[in-house]
């Protein structure tokens, strides 16, 4: 550096006016560069040379407005029906596919429950490949909501029990127990949350906000029944097997970094339909509907049939029986 | 023999086939898969039949018909209807899940009668044959119900018309009201039926009530359950991360 | 009036010293900067570069966090009697203690972060912007006493530097209050985070009574045994006093907590082993393996090897009082409590699933950069902390505007001020 001292820069800048200002080799040329890649953002941003098309600038807008928007559980009418609006848009910009997200909301009088008979089930897994199609479920990933157990005869031992049997079903010495979310009365998932991305619905189904949830995994963590599945990469669902009826809670289009988990179909059973597993399982085996309905079927099981549920000493009340002929 | 004379003669055998083969045979139509469909209605065959069909309505749920259940009363003692046999029956009652279709019935490919309807060649009483025996029929229907035993076709089937059911008692039932005959002895079944513990309800959970019959699940010929292989298992590894790629 | 000196000289400190420094900055920053590669993968591509899965949802990022907050607790152990006993030997000691603390947090704050599969809403958590669950979920409560705790353990320390700085003696009444409040903070921070695995009741290996113990017992055994190492380097390089009394305090306090965690393992083996239930397979998989699945095995029996065998030592009076011996101890005892409360501790907890099913882990390169990104970060942190207290500790600089033992120092307004001569703080040695 010079002795001169007049080569520092005043700390308080007040002598002499700032094109008077002496400034030496290094802070010209940082001001320079500084100049440079500000007046090129500028022209960027403004001009049609910069190759950015309307569409992604769209696109930019809704991402933008998309990740600042807040928790849906606390958002109004509008806002729900917005944010739907822009997701369709996204995805038809993104992706090129029309997809109807509804945002239907919980009947009410209707708390669904759900009964699996484990007498019936022959392992099929029927239900798998039906839940995979409906739900979007990530294709690379081979997520299943469903777990199906082939159990040992003479005892109900999850622990010598195999979810990976591919062999002729139904086997000798064996019977079949499915798993997915049971939708807990008194989930602790729920209660795990840090940001309140999850939480239950009026009708009994557990719902996540996938664009509240962080993904800190606490929630998988926290369920007893291992029913959560987490988005590792990207979920991919080639465009000729999305299924374009999907719900904002329920099966639209997840990211990675996001929680998920069964939703027992939301967009199906809020419309009064059976959800996937239950409609496609060939033999029966699945029982589902209106627990507040005393002359619902899901009624008569419980009345009627010897059931138990799983891990019961926890206190989790879920809404998911087992039965046998 | 000239060449004249041998022609003559083959022209009339020739002419002789077509001639003596035709007959009033109604051949079954194949459908696009192969099954022949099932006629629009079903003859009934007493006025207690008939007055069962008369409170037919068609079917809300897309292309099934469905009629009122009777004897058995659901939860609640409210009634229900159960789907008739319909042109989709064989198919198994296919239903869309996403954009793959994923039969929903039990029986669906199994072996299906290609010889129905049975009065095709049952003209009335069973063992009076309407046209000549063909060879090899029934060779799909290999009764074995139950197993061991193996009931005869008179214990299920209707003397004067094989089309209709005949239950115990000497009352008749279509082959659309076949639970009012499995009920005969499988009654156990037949309450979790009514109950919604057993079969299939078809389309939602919620409004009109309508059940598959017990013979969409079970081939009364042979009722025992086959093993199938299943659906592909899950991957208790986790792949699909692209760096792995 | 202080501050702007305040900052120079701290920058002037931390970017000053010897070849030895410099080498260890530089191997530090390089550590971060491949972290930072890594955890740029991480963003691009998903938490899919770790070897997390479903079964196995927290690895070795919650381990290393869960380690962490009990060192970060444990330096508040020291703060009790130096400041609120007063005793002399602690009081130097203490404030290389709460550089620890805030490293130790930083890194355990770095950590949650890096583990997150959506960091970028981060947001959510704050109260008022977002939604925060609280009281309801545990991890609420960890984020509020996380970052309180972290502010309190900036701000004292600070407070006291800067006072020292400014040649006056800090004002016991403001900080005093704070000091009590923060070494019950201490315990609460590590306490809740012990609730947070405990609370769960789909995990029977945390789901006990004794792990908030556990917890507390582990952190005061590896704590100050850090600290111990800490202060022996400084008293070997630098020119800071420090007593052996706090040596000989700090490694009491290190053995009997030592022996109260052997106690309280003990305690465990023999609640899961003695009668083995359903609830016992994550023991039985940690300790023993189940069929082929036996990668933690070696790992738990080497940590219960260098745990006994440190306690062991340290219970010898000898061993104690001499350095020779007691850094070894301290380093290894350091060492396997890593091993037992970080990867012998949460990963056992997945494995097997609540399902029964197993899925073994191993952390893959870019995580195993990730960690080792965040640690060089933290040891970068204490670093610049001690190297930024010790001058003003020992004296060795002041603010400008102070009297100078040569009399008064003319400094000239700051209109008028055009040389940084004027105003870099005074070297008073």
């Excluded at chain 1, 005393?294 to 989790?316: C, G």
């Excluded at chain 2, 005959?181 to 919604?196: E, I, V």
């Excluded at chain 3, 400084?234 to 020119?239: A, D, E, L």
């Excluded at chain 3, 950069?369 to 970060?377: K, L, P, R, S």
Aim: proline share 7%; aromatic share 10%.
């Amino acid at each position: 550096m010079s002795d001169d001292h007049t080569s520092e820069p005043s700390p308080s800048g007040d002598t002499g006016s700032l094109l008077q200002k002496p400034v030496d080799r290094r802070g010209a040329l940082g001001m320079m560069l500084a100049g440079a890649v500000a007046g090129s953002q500028a022209l960027g941003a403004c001009s049609p040379l910069s190759g950015e098309t309307p569409e992604e600038r769209e696109v930019k807008v809704l991402a933008w407005r998309e990740y600042i928007k807040g928790n849906y559980r606390f958002m109004t009418e509008e806002e729900r029906a917005e944010t739907i609006a822009r997701l369709e848009r996204l995805a038809k910009l993104r992706g090129g596919v029309d997809v109807a997200i509804q945002g239907t909301e919980a009947q009410p009088g209707v708390v669904f429950g759900y009964a699996f008979n484990i007498s019936k089930c022959k392992g099929f897994r029927r239900c798998v490949e039906a839940c995979i199609n409906e739900n979007n479920l990530d294709r690379r990933a081979a997520t299943q909501y469903i777990r199906i157990f082939e159990m040992q005869d003479g005892e109900v031992n999850l622990d010598e029990a195999d979810a990976t049997f591919q062999h002729e079903v139904p086997a000798e010495g064996h019977f079949y127990l499915g798993t997915q979310c049971f939708q807990c009365a008194d989930p602790p998932c729920v209660r795990v949350c840090p940001v309140g991305a999850t939480w239950q619905e009026p009708d009994g189904i557990t719902v996540i906000d996938y664009d509240w949830c962080i993904g800190c995994r606490y929630c998988m963590a926290a369920c007893p029944y291992w029913a959560r599945r987490f988005n590792w990469s990207e979920p991919e669902v080639p465009a000729r097997d999305l299924n374009p009826n999907q719900h904002y809670l329920g099966n639209r289009a997840r990211k990675t970094g996001v929680v998920e988990k069964c939703t027992f179909c939301i967009h199906r059973t809020r419309q009064g339909r059976l959800p996937a597993c239950a409609e496609a399982c060939p033999t029966g085996a699945r029982v589902f509907g209106n627990l507040l309905d005393p002359d619902s079927e899901i009624r008569w099981v419980l009345a009627n049939k010897r059931v138990f549920r799983l891990k019961e000493d926890l206190k989790t009340e879920p809404r998911f029986w087992y039965f046998t002929d | 023999m000239t060449h004249r004379r041998v022609g003559a003669i083959l022209l009339c055998l020739l002419a002789a086939g077509p001639v003596s083969g035709c007959r009033e045979r109604p051949r079954p139509e194949r459908g696009a898969s192969g099954i022949p469909p099932v006629p629009a209605t079903t003859v009934p065959v007493d006025s207690a039949t008939a007055a069962r069909y008369a409170r037919l309505e068609p079917g809300m749920l897309g292309a099934v018909q469905a009629m009122p259940v009777e004897g058995w009363a659901g939860p609640g003692a409210r009634p229900f209807e159960v789907a008739r046999r319909s042109a989709v029956l064989e198919a198994g009652h296919a239903r869309e899940f996403g954009r793959v279709t994923l039969p929903i019935a039990l029986r669906a490919g199994s072996a299906a009668l290609s010889q129905y309807p049975c009065t095709s060649c049952h003209a009335g009483p069973r063992l009076v044959m309407g046209k000549e025996r063909i060879r090899d029929a029934h060779n799909n229907i290999q009764p074995r119900h139950p197993e061991q035993a193996g009931a005869a076709c008179s214990t299920c089937h209707a003397e004067e018309n094989v089309e209709t059911l005949a239950l115990r008692g000497g009352g008749r039932a279509t082959l659309d009201e076949s639970y009012r005959l499995c009920a005969q002895c499988h009654f156990q079944q037949a309450k979790a039926w009514a109950g919604g513990a057993h079969g299939k309800r078809l389309d939602g959970w919620e409004g009109r009530r309508v059940v598959l019959a017990c013979t969409d699940c079970h081939d009364p010929h042979r009722p025992a359950l086959q093993p199938q292989i299943p659906f592909r298992a899950p991957q208790l590894h986790r792949t699909g991360s692209p760096r792995d790629e | 009036m202080h501050l702007g000196p305040f900052l120079r000289t701290a920058l002037d400190s931390a970017t000053s010293g010897g070849r030895r420094y410099h080498l260890w900055m530089g191997g530090l920053t390089v550590l971060i900067v491949a972290g930072a590669y890594a955890y740029s993968l991480q963003l691009r591509f998903g938490l899919g570069v770790t070897g997390m899965s479903d079964h196995v949802s927290w690895g070795l990022y919650i381990s290393n966090f869960t380690f962490l907050v009990g060192m970060a607790a444990a330096a508040m152990m020291l703060v009790l009697p130096a400041y609120i006993l007063e005793d002399v030997d602690f009081g130097r000691a203490v404030l290389m203690a709460e550089a620890v603390a805030v490293a130790a947090l930083i890194m355990s704050l770095l950590f949650v972060v890096v583990d997150l599969g959506n960091p970028f809403g981060s947001w959510h958590l704050i109260p008022g912007l977002g939604y925060l669950n609280w009281p309801r979920s545990l991890l609420s409560w960890d984020v509020i006493v996380l970052n309180g705790y972290l502010a309190l353990n900036l701000a004292i320390p600070l407070y006291i530097l800067y006072s020292r700085f400014a040649g006056r003696p800090p004002a016991k009444t403001k900080y005093l209050p704070w000091m009590y409040i923060s070494v019950m903070w201490a315990v609460s921070i590590h306490l809740v985070t012990a609730f947070l695995l405990a609370g769960l009741p789909a995990r029977p290996f945390w789901n006990t009574a004794l792990l908030g113990p556990r917890f507390l017992a582990s952190a005061f055994t590896a704590g100050p045994a850090f600290v111990i190492l800490l202060l022996y380097f400084i008293r070997q390089t630098t020119r800071y006093p420090i007593a052996d009394g706090a040596f000989a305090k700090l490694a009491l306090i290190t053995t009997v907590a030592a022996q109260i965690n052997l106690v309280m393992l003990i305690s465990e083996l023999f609640y899961k082993f003695y009668w083995p239930t359903e609830h016992s397979i994550n023991a039985v998989y940690l300790f023993a393996g189940l069929g082929d699945h036996r990668a933690l095995v070696p790992w738990i029996w080497v940590a219960v090897a260098l745990n006994v065998g440190a306690t062991g030592a340290l219970m010898i009076h000898p061993v104690r009082r001499n350095p020779n011996w007691l850094m070894p101890a301290c380093a290894l005892l350091f060492v396997g409590i890593w091993i037992e409360k970080g990867i012998g501790l949460v990963i056992p907890g997945f494995i097997p699933s609540p399902l029964g099913e197993i899925v073994e882990y191993t952390p893959t390169w870019a995580e195993l950069a990730v960690t080792a990104g965040v640690w060089a970060t933290g040891l970068f942190v204490l670093t610049v902390l001690v190297k930024v207290a010790l001058p003003i500790e020992l004296g060795e600089v002041r603010s400008p505007y102070l009297e100078t033992p040569h009399g008064p120092r003319i400094v000239r307004p700051r209109a008028t001020r055009r040389r940084y001569e004027d105003v870099r703080p005074v070297r008073t040695r």
